[in-house]
């Protein structure tokens, strides 16, 4: 079917739909040679970085699928939302808008998640997050929402995990960035931790003046400071605390996993801090795909959830390469997959979840000038 073909086709089945019969644009079937799959997420912007290595991910399992088929290629939609959720639902409207579009992989973050997914599960779009965290994403009753990396309730418990057995400590100041993912996470490890909570804080995105949370971390003398959020917060954090002289050991989730944080910090502040995330070090990947990476993006390693995108992005193209050409389609070829990837083995609950036995969180360490795995948390 032409491009000009699918999009009459579509036309005339929204047009049947306003005359009050139904239908159901899910339905309607494109050209393998016109399908498209979206990547969600940050692509500019204070997150950027966390957003690109998601698009580096997705890039290299289309370019690599164009390659074996050169006669009938997929193409690539971005959709940069700055990690705004805000943003969010224009962005979903824009995929549902595009009857090309069979996939998408993300929204990124958990809040352009909340905001996102509900009007591409309305339309029967696939998605699958690399990257987005919160837990109760899987509990709203979406059909087509899958998470390909494991969720807060486990991050966070884990976290704790480590916090209490590895790190030995007994007083805790916990603190978040008051968004759906960071808030989440924190009230996880919280959950963990009980009474060694001894106080809990915030900051807002983007706050530059840390003072008052940052005296209040000082007069608790805590033994380890846990916080909630993204990279950019954490480095501006950790660098005004131990300004501050407090030398307690630092532990943050997966949105710190990334080398903004150690800008941020400043290298002397950054080291030996502690970063939790269930995804797979890139160190400990397939050397093929390590070096097909490099390749692709100029000596570029792989960043946080690359590889999850890039098996993300996989899980769509053998879907179109076996013909799963419309959503609905599409949307239960994903709910029903079960095959390894480079990260784990891909199998979903039908909440949307990876199965048990594929999700890991592993603890990773701060090393000069590298964020990388020390150990799985049991």
């Known amino acids: 079917m032409s491009r000009a073909a699918a999009l009459t086709a579509l036309a005339l089945i929204l047009l ?36 690109r290595n ?22 690539l939609a971005a959709f940069d939302t700055l990690a705004d959720p805000k943003r969010a639902p224009a962005a979903a409207q824009e995929v549902v808008s595009d009857p090309r579009i069979l996939g998408v992989v993300g929204p990124a973050f958990s809040g352009e998640s909340e905001a996102a997914v509900p009007l591409l599960d309305q339309a029967k779009i696939a998605s699958i997050t690399p990257s987005a965290t919160e837990a109760s994403l899987s509990t709203r009753g979406w059909t087509t929402f899958h998470r390909l990396i494991g969720n807060d309730a486990e991050q966070g418990p884990a976290a704790g995990r480590y916090i209490a057995g590895v790190l030995r400590a007994s007083k805790v100041f916990v603190i978040d960035d008051t968004g759906a993912y960071g808030h989440g996470l924190a009230s996880e490890v919280m959950g963990v931790l009980g009474e060694r909570v001894v106080e809990s804080g915030t900051v807002l995105p983007a706050q530059e003046d840390l003072t008052a949370v940052v005296t209040r971390i000082r007069a608790a003398d805590p033994d380890v400071i846990f916080f909630g959020g993204y990279y950019d917060e954490a480095g501006r954090l950790l660098r005004q605390v131990r300004a501050a002289g407090v030398t307690a050991p630092f532990v943050a989730g997966d949105g710190v996993k990334d080398e903004g944080f150690l800008h941020t910090a400043g290298q002397r502040a950054a080291q030996d801090a502690i970063i939790t995330c269930p995804c797979r070090p890139p160190e400990t ?24 995108a890039y098996d993300a992005a996989t899980v769509f193209l053998n879907g179109i390469g076996s013909n799963h050409l419309s959503r609905s389609s599409m949307a239960a070829y994903v709910s029903a997959y079960d095959q390894p990837g480079i990260t784990t083995r891909i199998a979903f609950t039908p909440s949307g979840e990876l199965t048990a036995s594929s999700i890991t969180v592993w603890a990773y360490r701060v090393r000069d000038t590298q964020i990388l795995g020390e150990r799985p948390i049991p």
Do not use: K
């Open 285 to 308: 990947l397939p050397a093929t795909f390590i070096q097909q990476y490099q390749a692709e993006f100029g000596g570029l390693e792989p960043g946080t959830n690359s590889a999850e």
């Open 54 to 75: 998601i698009e580096h991910g997705v890039r290299l399992a289309l370019n690599q699928y164009n390659a074996a088929h050169p006669a009938c290629t997929v193409e």
């Open 16 to 51: 049947v739909a306003a005359c009050g019969e139904r239908a159901d644009a899910s339905t309607v079937e494109v050209s393998r040679c016109e399908a498209r799959i979206a990547v969600f997420g940050p692509l500019s912007g204070a997150a950027a970085n966390l957003g």
